[in-house]
């Protein structure tokens, strides 16, 4: 257990699919001694990427843990180190990772620049104030453009990139960093895979250019450090190496800059240099803000924990990896120190946990632990009712941090099991599942009898019903995949009664609410402060006790589930405030049944009199694809009811931007090939939920 807090870094590797993600890590793991062979996604040997279906897929589906030792400058460095996913489908994975690490590298694509998705990924990290390096990679493509994909990160992402290296050729020609702070080139060994590094001058030719930057480095470093400035304005030469990392470390923490570097993973080139920068640039888990949460007693109470072994031992769960020995559950430790063998509270649900082993991970395989400390990413054995999102911590001194935000799912299909042995597999198999992922969802619908799964997209449902297939060994057949519609409501109406009255001798069942309901978006309960749940806002606001206080939280629970259940077309209700404004109860006969059936009844009588609509989930559609098929896909996009947002001609490749509903978007990657004879791509990310036009939710609902 290492008490040396500043030795430690938590980083994760985040970009937009293929943009060589997996491919530097598995150098970060050769080089710091972690893999004694070098992976290659592209040949199915990716350390991170041990899933059958990432191997076959060459893609990233579920964010790898390992840990590291890295030298710099004869003094040793633990990095503990998260490969997030770039496809859209499992932008959960880089949603929890984030949350729990100190610091990220973002990687872009040497000639492609910020693609889509590292937009996506970026305001993920802006939403969790985590500070970034950013390294370009593929600088050995053909069409590698250094100074393009600079000017991308200040023109679509808004951020202030500082330029700390620059490439030695490009293409074909790349064969060497220039490093703009020690004013020093370096070459990379390609027979003993980059593993030796040389340091020489900077050639002749890019002296001048060399110079440039440099300048350009020191003076927008120079911001983020008072010393740094008085140095730079009485002589620039006077300015150290070290005195320019420390302004741009400070710079890069207070994220109000982002050192950039470049290099090629796949051909050894660069990545030692960007390790070297993890250590100069990036926080320790002492440099970040204290970790933030509320008293579960008192959910007004704002309590904080230092990054200290000393403090009251508190961890957030951000994955839970379902074995064939029991979940292994990975933590992150913010404060206090964690023994195998010792109890742990979950203060969200109120259950002890026993800790019974602890791990370090690299990738699948594990180290035990006997302890660990504040600061660490880990992994334990024994939790039986944690989930993503929940906080572990002291029983003596409870804590509840910052829960994670999930996306509701877009996208949903049937699945029927094949045998009765398969039947009874099959639910347990969706909750393991469901544990793991918090963006997958699961229902049975008692009427139709089916098991509806839902997720975040066509490639995700697919791989969760290969995992049923292959790996839970569950015969399945499933449906066609199919849109997750919501029902909102398009006006407002007031004082409507629901009233569940039953007598059948003996003790009857008496309830009585009456409820108003408002249309109301997440934007406007934020800015009211009102708490949504699930797109519901409930409001109490019953005065001189006609309802006795017991009853409410049924009123609210029946409401919920109604909404839940859907009105319309069995679709959820959403974006919907209901104030509970009057009732009645009776001394003998009111039972928390019955105001749950009130509840209920209220607030479908009071939605269908305020009218109801469907809404649909909304995408935003990313088209790169040559100039010459513009017409053709920008038309096609059109007939698909998409409206074109953005077009940008970058050389003699359009990129379009729209919004296109999904339910439209069914198989467009093999239209869009055929349409573009294969040299078009397109990705896909849900945007928003929006009104359906009449004819087309006839339709839907016909169908429902």
Not at 403 to 410: A, N, T
Request: proline fraction near 5%; charged fraction near 25%; aromatic fraction near 6%.
């Amino acid at each position: 257990m290492s008490a040396d807090l500043s030795r430690v870094r938590n980083i994760g590797i985040a970009a937009h699919i293929d943009a060589g993600k997996t491919t530097v890590t598995e150098r970060i793991l050769y080089y710091t001694g972690k893999n004694y062979k070098m992976g290659e996604v592209h040949e199915g040997t990716a350390t991170m990427d041990f899933l059958v279906e990432e191997q076959e897929r060459g893609i990233t589906i579920q964010s790898a843990a390992t840990t590291c030792p890295w030298e710099r400058n004869g003094v040793e460095y633990k990095l503990n180190l998260i490969d997030t996913p770039g496809h859209v489908d499992f932008t959960i994975e880089v949603e929890r990772s984030l949350r729990v690490l100190d610091g990220a590298v973002a990687v872009f694509d040497g000639k492609e620049g910020v693609e889509p998705q590292s937009e996506t990924v970026w305001r993920q990290a802006d939403r969790y104030n985590v500070p970034r390096l950013c390294f370009i990679n593929k600088m050995d493509k053909i069409g590698a453009n250094f100074e393009f994909c600079f000017e991308t990160i200040k023109s679509r992402l808004g951020a202030n990139p500082i330029a700390v290296q620059l490439p030695i050729g490009a293409s074909e020609t790349f064969e060497g960093i220039i490093d703009l702070i020690e004013m020093k080139a370096y070459y990379f060994d390609a027979s003993e895979l980059g593993a030796k590094v040389e340091q020489r001058e900077i050639p002749a030719d890019m002296r001048d250019m060399a110079e440039l930057w440099h300048h350009e480095m020191i003076e927008k470093a120079a911001d983020h450090d008072d010393h740094l400035m008085e140095k730079y304005l009485a002589d620039e030469k006077s300015c150290t190496p070290d005195e320019i990392r420390l302004a741009l470390r400070k710079g890069t923490i207070a994220q109000k800059c982002f050192p950039v570097f470049c290099g090629s993973a796949l051909k050894y080139i660069g990545v030692q240099l960007l390790l070297d920068g993890v250590i100069d640039f990036l926080p320790n888990p002492t440099e970040v803000p204290q970790v933030e949460g509320v008293d579960p007693r008192d959910k007004n109470k704002k309590l904080t924990r230092p990054h200290s072994e000393d403090a009251p031992f508190s961890a957030l769960v951000f994955k839970v990896v379902s074995d064939s020995h029991g979940d292994l559950t990975y933590i992150r430790v913010y404060s206090g120190t964690l023994e195998k063998g010792s109890r742990v509270l979950n203060p969200v649900n109120g259950k002890k946990e026993n800790i019974s082993r602890l791990f370090e991970m690299h990738a699948k395989d594990r180290d035990p632990l006997d302890a660990t400390g504040a600061g660490n990413i880990v992994a334990v054995i024994g939790v039986k009712h944690s989930y993503t999102g929940d906080t572990l911590c002291d029983p003596d001194e409870p804590i509840v941090l910052e829960k994670m935000d999930f996306p509701e799912p877009v996208i949903s299909m049937s699945i029927e099991p094949n045998t009765n042995e398969d039947k009874k597999k099959l639910s347990e198999a969706l909750q393991t599942i469901r544990r793991e992922d918090p963006s997958f969802r699961s229902s049975f619908n008692d009427e139709t009898g089916e098991t509806i799964i839902a997720g975040m997209g066509e490639l995700h449902l697919e791989i969760i019903r290969n995992k049923l297939i292959r790996d839970m060994k569950i015969g399945v057949k499933t449906g066609r995949p199919r849109v997750s519609y919501r029902e909102t409501i398009t006006g407002t109406a007031k004082d409507i009664r629901g009233k569940f009255v039953k007598q059948t001798g003996g003790r009857g069942q008496y309830g009585d609410a009456v409820v108003s309901v408002y249309p109301i978006t997440a934007e406007q309960a934020a800015a009211e402060e009102l708490e949504m749940e699930n797109g519901i806002v409930f409001v109490d606001e019953i005065s001189q006790g006609v309802i006795p206080r017991e009853y409410i939280p049924s009123v609210e629970y029946g409401v919920r589930q109604a909404a839940a259940s859907g009105i319309l077309g069995g679709y959820p209700v959403v974006n919907v405030k209901v104030e509970l404004v009057y009732g009645s109860y009776h001394e003998v006969d009111s039972s928390q049944i019955a105001f749950e059936q009130a509840g209920a009844l209220a607030f479908r009588e009071a939605c269908t009199r305020a009218g109801l609509a469907l809404l649909e989930p909304i995408m935003k559609v990313v088209v790169v694809t040559p100039d010459e098929h513009f017409g053709s896909v920008s038309g096609d996009l059109s007939s698909r009811r998409g409206q074109i947002v953005d077009s940008e001609l970058r050389g003699n490749v359009r990129i379009i931007t729209a919004e296109v509903p999904l339910s439209e978007m069914f198989g467009y990657t093999t239209v869009l090939r055929g349409m573009t004879q294969g040299r078009a791509t397109s990705t896909m990310e849900p945007a928003a939920y929006r009104l359906m036009p009449d004819r087309l939710r006839d339709e839907v609902l016909a169908q429902a």
